[in-house]
């Protein structure tokens, strides 16, 4: 049998790991086509300290990212192969625990923290109604149908969206599993305990590791390979993949699939369309589409595979964008002032939140070293503005129309930081980054909206990644790529154990006794 995985970001990497593991296929037999010419997918890494560091991405974990940390566990860290990476992971956030001092600040530079998190019962009341409404009575909508207008004002709102990702006008369905999945964090909002990161950037951290394993195995990578159509059997009845269309160096190529294989697709990408600036440009426009190009290809023909077009397209750009920074800097003074004013480490206290800036800027100085080899005295800091459709408050335009120049005054303006502003920009890189795509996961969908992972009918074609459906499991995270990988090859082959089951914060008592905490003494 022969396995071909299109799409090398980490759901693609998991895939042949569970291949390998779960079904018992050799490594010289699985093939893995990635459309860029670096393995990852958001999870990318790119630019040096001498130009700045580019991160487009950033991410948050929790203990119970069970198909992962079931993964990281066979895999051997790249520091000490004597442990695994997930060892390695837990060891690093035991030993440097977030803890976040100044998580919201004010335009005064105040910090912002109230009783409740500013809920009410009322609040609470719409919370437990909405994680009780069934899934199926939530199709297209929104979340500010289920919630008071003050809901949206209050102190938990800007914490959860600005760690969470969601907007009023996201989905509700998509609102409701984050709820009943992350209940338990709800104290930890504020102070981010219990919160986990990765002690590098998450390139290094597991996608390195984890391709360094496949390949000892005898995977194939083919980068620089994009996808451009796969053939069917002609059937009604049944979906079986007989051919794969390839593009690579400008050549294209066609691989015969057998019956007895098996083909697994990612069907899109968060990171679609990104694009990167620098200190003296604007990230420029990339309108390719390439990354959900193949998915549109097979729900046009089929309806199984769902709709991309509730995701992807120029119409959801203005409720899915995001511009990310990254600041490289060489002097003391940005860290300096950071940490006085948060009364934190460096790499200690979690996000601060800029609530007053139109853009509703979020900051994080990272642990150092962020990146291997990484100079002493160089530190990095990421961010990113949760409402770039905006204009700023000083460069008085959008953020993805603006430099990394402009783009880093607008946060020192908002910190006050005027003063040192000369010394932070003369030592100082930021570059920006475009993720048009990267919070389209919020957007209001259908149930049908998200195909399977393995279609109804389907022979030997499983489907991976955030726009998969699986039942209970929230999709902004690295969890969900791993468990649609395991759950496609277990359904197609049926080998292996199942995925285990999705952590549901609702029905443990501890983790509801941690929510009620938040009205009853926070």
């Not at 999945?181 to 990765?198: G, V």
């Not at 160096?249 to 694009?275: H, M, P, R, W, Y």
């Not at 991976?464 to 690295?478: K, P």
């Amino acid at each position: 049998m022969k396995a071909h995985i299109v799409g090398g970001g980490f759901g693609g990497l998991a895939a042949a790991f569970y291949l390998i593991r779960n079904a018992g296929v050799s490594g010289e037999d699985i093939t893995i086509y990635e459309a860029d010419e670096q393995l990852g997918g958001a999870f990318s890494l790119g630019g040096t300290a001498e130009s700045g560091y580019v991160l487009p991405c950033g991410a948050v974990f929790d203990k119970e990212f069970r198909c992962t940390f079931d993964l990281l566990a066979a895999i051997p860290s790249r520091a000490d192969p004597a442990i695994s990476v997930r060892d390695e992971f837990f060891a690093f956030n035991a030993r440097y625990p977030f803890r976040d001092r100044a998580h919201i600040i004010d335009r005064d530079g105040h910090i912002v923290h109230g009783p409740h998190f500013g809920l009410g019962l009322r609040d609470g009341f719409d919370l437990i109604k909405l994680s009780l409404t069934p899934e199926a009575m939530l199709d297209g909508r929104r979340i500010e149908e289920f919630f008071s207008p003050k809901f949206f004002s209050t102190e938990f709102w800007l914490l959860w969206s600005t760690i969470m990702g969601s907007l009023p006008q996201h989905g509700a369905a998509e609102f409701r599993r984050y709820i009943n999945r992350t209940i338990a964090l709800f104290p930890d909002l504020s102070d981010m305990t219990h919160i986990l990161r990765t002690q590098l950037n998450q390139y290094q951290a597991f996608i390195e590791p984890l391709a360094d394993w496949l390949r000892q195995r005898g995977v194939k990578m083919l980068t620089g390979a994009l996808v451009r159509d796969i053939g069917f059997v002609a059937s009604r009845e049944h979906i079986t993949v007989d051919r794969l269309d390839y593009q690579r160096a400008g050549s294209a190529s066609s691989v015969a699939v057998g019956a007895e294989d098996i083909v697994l697709v990612t069907t899109g990408s968060q990171a679609a369309d990104l694009s990167v600036g620098s200190m003296t440009e604007a990230p420029g426009p990339q309108t390719s589409g390439r990354s959900w190009e193949l998915w549109k290809r097979l729900a046009h023909a089929r309806t199984e595979f769902g709709s991309p077009d509730t995701f992807f397209g120029a119409a959801r750009i203005p409720d899915s964008r995001w511009v990310s920074f990254t600041v490289t800097t060489r002097g003391p003074e940005l860290i300096d002032l950071l940490s006085a004013l948060t009364s934190s480490e460096p790499g200690s206290g979690g996000l601060v939140t800029l609530k007053d800036s139109s853009w509703v800027l979020s900051l994080s100085i990272l642990h150092r070293p962020e990146v291997i080899g990484q100079p002493s005295g160089t530190n990095v800091l990421w961010g990113y503005g949760l409402y770039p459709e905006r204009n700023g408050d000083f460069a008085r335009k959008r953020m993805a129309e603006c430099t990394g120049a402009e783009i880093l005054q607008e946060v020192l303006r908002h910190l006050r930081f005027d003063r040192q502003l000369d010394a932070i920009m003369a030592s100082s890189i930021c570059i920006p980054c475009d993720l048009p795509y990267v919070n389209n996961i919020w957007l209001p969908r259908r149930r049908i909206d998200r195909p399977r992972p393995v279609p109804t009918g389907s022979t030997n074609l499983g489907l991976l990644g955030q726009y998969v459906e699986v039942s209970r499991e929230v999709a902004f995270t690295i969890e969900y790529s791993a468990r649609t990988a395991w759950e496609a090859i277990h359904l197609l082959l049926g080998r292996g154990p199942a995925p285990p089951p999705v952590y549901q914060g609702q029905y443990d008592p501890k983790a509801l006794f941690s929510a009620l905490k938040v009205f009853l003494f926070q």
